[in-house]
């Protein structure tokens, strides 16, 4: 995400990012790194992230059983979530979403995507106008992303450390934003967090798929914030 810079934007320029107006001041982009990925035994799809921003939550990540799971940041289109969702429901690949979207987005290369479908398919895309260090990686069931970080080193720590961890799906993106955050993180600080896995039943009640959906809005140590969290929910939901 980003701290409050004040820019002039012309009316339309950042589409599915609140009530635009011309020549207003307007916020800039959604600087952060995130992880989504897909559990082959488990089914769960999830999405984790961390970033210098207040309710991170609220924007990047969106997921649904058996569909799939998206991070859209940089210069966040919100749009990115439910409409990509849609096309992986109807039958899309995360690849052939991922082009659908960037593909009708003329404001293409402020954008920062991450994408798994139902299948563990992957596909990441970050615009040659994301703020450095921005930059990808595509793995088998996963792909890890960021814009405004230290450099490369938090994406490749990231990868490792998903690669390399132990136990679930929630345990193991976890272990990727404390790696990522270990490499440098988001250059500009820390402040919230996110932790979504979405799984057929997992829900309340097994009423929806929402497993696990907990948010860190504003901490000065988010990512551990979140472990703590995770904890309770574990102590409440025992599974």
């Not at 409409?83 to 402020?110: F, I, N």
Request: charged share 20%; hydrophobic share 45%; glycine share 12%.
């Amino acid at each position: 995400m980003h701290e409050m810079i004040k820019v002039f934007v012309l009316a339309g320029l950042l589409p599915g990012c609140g009530t635009l107006l011309a020549a207003e001041e307007a916020e800039v982009p959604v600087a952060t790194f995130s992880i989504v990925a897909f559990d082959p035994d488990t089914q769960a799809l999830g999405v984790a992230v961390q970033s210098k921003f207040f309710a991170v939550g609220s924007v990047v990540p969106y997921a649904k059983a058996g569909v799939g799971a998206i991070a859209t940041q940089s210069f966040a289109n919100t749009t990115y979530g439910p409409r990509g969702l849609a096309q992986m429901e109807s039958g899309k690949s995360a690849r052939e979403t991922l082009l659908t979207l960037t593909g009708t987005d003329t404001h293409a290369p402020l954008r920062q995507l991450g994408i798994v479908d139902g299948s563990g398919q992957a596909a990441a895309f970050t615009g040659d106008g994301c703020k450095a260090w921005a930059g990808h990686i595509v793995g088998t069931n996963f792909c890890v992303q960021g814009n405004i970080l230290a450099g490369e080193a938090v994406v490749k720590e990231m990868e490792k450390a998903f690669l390399s961890g132990k136990g679930c799906l929630a345990d193991r993106m976890l272990a990727a934003l404390v790696a990522g955050q270990l490499a440098g993180g988001d250059k500009r600080g820390r402040q919230s967090a996110v932790l979504l896995v979405v799984k057929k039943g997992g829900g309340y009640a097994g009423l929806n798929d929402r497993y696990i959906d907990i948010r860190v809005d504003d901490h000065p140590t988010p990512i551990e914030e979140l472990k703590r969290l995770l904890g309770k929910h574990r102590e409440f939901y025992p599974r």
